[in-house]
């Protein structure tokens, strides 16, 4: 998480967000406590980034949280959203990933 800090300070960021599930490493008191640490060292030092931590309220993993682990990959998976599928791609991947019917987000609703 440091160094993810000292790449968001030098973009002029304020904040890292995160999420945390329930891990064994993202409960346990030394993760906790670093991030204490580290946020009560920023406010007093008027600097860096600040972590601002969500935790999971279940005891259980609903899915993974998967993304970038470097400001390189997450500028790269932005551009993934520039580009545009013609029809016929579209229509293919309806063909092998069909959904589970009707309109969503509807259909998609536990």
């Given at each position: 998480?440091?160094?993810?800090?000292t790449k968001?300070?030098n973009?002029?960021k304020m904040?890292?967000?995160?999420?945390?599930?329930n891990?064994?490493w993202?409960?346990?008191?030394?993760v906790?406590?670093?991030?204490?640490?580290?946020n009560?060292?920023?406010?007093h030092?008027?600097?860096?980034?600040?972590?601002?931590?969500?935790y999971?309220?279940?005891?259980?993993?609903?899915?993974p949280?998967?993304?970038?682990?470097?400001?390189?990959?997450?500028e790269?998976?932005?551009?993934?959203?520039?580009?545009?599928?013609?029809?016929?791609?579209?229509?293919?991947?309806?063909?092998?990933?069909?959904?589970?019917g009707?309109?969503?987000?509807?259909?998609?609703?536990?």
């Amino acid at each position: 998480m440091n160094w993810c800090c000292t790449k968001l300070d030098n973009l002029g960021k304020m904040a890292l967000i995160t999420i945390l599930g329930n891990a064994s490493w993202h409960i346990s008191k030394e993760v906790h406590t670093w991030i204490q640490t580290h946020n009560h060292t920023v406010k007093h030092q008027g600097k860096e980034v600040r972590i601002i931590a969500f935790y999971l309220p279940s005891k259980s993993v609903t899915a993974p949280i998967i993304g970038p682990r470097t400001i390189e990959q997450l500028e790269s998976a932005v551009r993934a959203t520039e580009i545009t599928l013609d029809a016929e791609v579209l229509a293919k991947l309806d063909e092998i990933f069909p959904g589970p019917g009707g309109e969503a987000p509807k259909a998609y609703a536990w």
